[in-house]
T-cell receptor, first 110, second 116 residues
Framework: TQLLEQSPQFLSIQEGENLTVYCNSS?????LQWYRQEPGEGPVLLVT?????EVKKLKRLTFQFGDARKDSSLHITAAQPGDTGLYLC??????????FGAGTTVTVRA | EAGVVQSPRYKIIEKKQPVAFWCNPI?????LYWYLQNLGQGPELLIR????????DSQLPKDRFSAERLKGVDSTLKIQPAELGDSAVYLC??????????????FGEGSRLTVL
């Protein structure tokens, strides 16, 4: 059973469209990270959010941490084929243990 | 600076055979992790080391899996005997310290195991 639930599991969109990926849990996290993983590679950190309600922007990617620090979202504006990958959220509990969600596979068609 | 190095990248074995994976973390990183990742799923922690001490091995199936990090640098993960359900990607990651809310994990490319 995953501590973090990600939705949707799969997402396929056309280049230029927007998308949002969600990460939800019943647990409170001291911080939450988003990683992106491409086929045959290990996950790579995109962002870390720490404060409830925090919003971080990384070019066309916007990350939000829920007020209660139980959920997060990732929004991509004007998606490009290079955004294709497996997006993983990972929550860190008070004992510093990092737990990953099952991921959302995003495919951006040219 | 070199990243996390894992070997082998691919391994195909018959069930009941042993297999070993090796990981060399980023220089200076005290914390080393072994994760298991099934296709289309997120990584699941097997074991976490702080230097040479295994501080979290609660998810490691100790009847067939073992790991070591003798000198607090590189690490080996072993499976003996392997079962069909062990087919997966084994990821190694390292970080400067796990006792932080914001620490970044640096992952290797993984070792893909296929058990026939």
């Amino acid at each position: 059973t995953q501590l973090l639930e990600q939705s949707p599991q799969f997402l396929s969109i056309q280049e230029g469209e927007n998308l949002t990926v969600y990460c939800n849990s019943s647990s409170v996290f001291s911080s939450l990270q988003w990683y992106r993983q491409e086929p045959g590679e290990g996950p790579v950190l995109l962002v870390t959010v720490v404060t409830g309600g925090e919003v971080k922007k990384l070019k066309r990617l916007t990350f939000q941490f829920g007020d209660a620090r139980k959920d997060s979202s990732l929004h991509i504006t004007a998606a490009q084929p290079g955004d294709t990958g497996l997006y993983l959220c990972a929550g860190r509990s008070n004992d510093y243990k990092l737990s990953f969600g099952a991921g959302t596979t995003v495919t951006v068609r040219a | 600076e070199a990243g996390v190095v894992q070997s082998p990248r691919y391994k195909i074995i018959e069930k009941k055979q042993p297999v070993a994976f090796w990981c060399n973390p980023i220089s200076g990183h005290n914390t080393l992790y072994w994760y298991l990742q099934n296709l289309g799923q997120g990584p699941e922690l097997l074991i976490r080391y702080e230097n040479e001490e295994a501080v979290d091995d609660s998810q490691l199936p100790k009847d067939r899996f073992s790991a070591e990090r003798l000198k607090g640098v590189d690490s080996t993960l072993k499976i003996q005997p392997a079962e069909l359900g062990d087919s997966a990607v084994y990821l190694c990651a390292s970080s400067t310290s796990s006792a932080t809310n914001t620490g970044e994990l640096f992952f290797g490319e993984g070792s893909r195991l296929t058990v026939l």
